[in-house]
């Protein structure tokens, strides 16, 4: 039984304003990394055998809080990256809609290719799932912690348990530091064992930015 934990990030200043993140490099803020410290004490009673990242930092830097705990080193992919958000990376999501309205419609109906120069779902999914699935591949049997985002995180998930947009729209937003469980075994392949699991925090934005 291989086990995959897949871990939001913590806060950011950008997530406190409701700013598109995307693939921009934006740091933890004091909150996101006190997140990271309280939940890597929980995450270390899992007993990972590896730690993997996204190397954009708030993302690597959340994965260090339990690598400090643990003494694993953290391995980082790009793969892992948030889903770049095109021309509206860096605006808040409220002048989002009012420049791109008609994409903006699109996204929220959710739309896997809504335009703005941003990445599709299915590149997403396909780009995050080959990343959980290689992680889960190097300690098969055991157990990975994987920091990544919280769009990616979704996509990446639904790719490897082959559910569709629609049915991963009926799925929550992963809190900051909050993370999703899937295991493996080679009769019922991957499988959803928890979800948004972690210490009780502000919600997370309506949408993953």
């Not at 997530?15 to 996101?32: C, E, I, K």
């Not at 990446?156 to 991963?168: A, K, N, T, Y």
């Not at 469980?181 to 991957?190: Q, S």
Request: proline share 5%; with cysteine; charged share 20%.
């Amino acid at each position: 039984m291989t086990r995959l934990i897949i871990w939001r990030h913590g806060n950011t200043d950008w997530n406190a304003a409701g700013r598109v993140q995307g693939q921009t490099d934006v740091p933890l803020n004091d909150l996101g990394r006190e997140q990271a410290r309280a939940a890597a004490p929980l995450l270390a009673g899992l007993r990972p055998d590896a730690i993997v990242a996204s190397d954009l930092r708030r993302a690597a830097d959340t994965a260090a809080a339990l690598a400090a705990v643990t003494g694993l080193p953290v391995r980082t992919d790009p793969r892992l990256r948030e889903r770049h958000f095109g021309q509206w990376q860096g605006l808040e999501l409220a002048e989002a809609a009012r420049r791109y309205p008609s994409e903006y419609a699109r996204w929220r109906a959710g739309d896997p290719d809504p335009g703005a120069g941003i990445e599709t779902l299915d590149d997403l999914g396909k780009r995050v799932g080959a990343a959980l699935q290689d992680a889960a591949d190097a300690v098969a049997g055991g157990t990975v912690v994987v920091a990544t985002h919280g769009g990616g995180a979704r996509q990446g998930c639904g790719q490897l348990l082959g559910w569709d947009h629609q049915v991963l729209r009926t799925i929550g937003s992963l809190q900051n530091c909050h993370w999703t469980e899937l295991r493996h075994d080679e009769v019922r392949g991957w499988h959803l064992r928890a979800h948004n699991v972690g210490l009780i925090s502000a919600p997370a934005p309506a949408e993953p930015v």
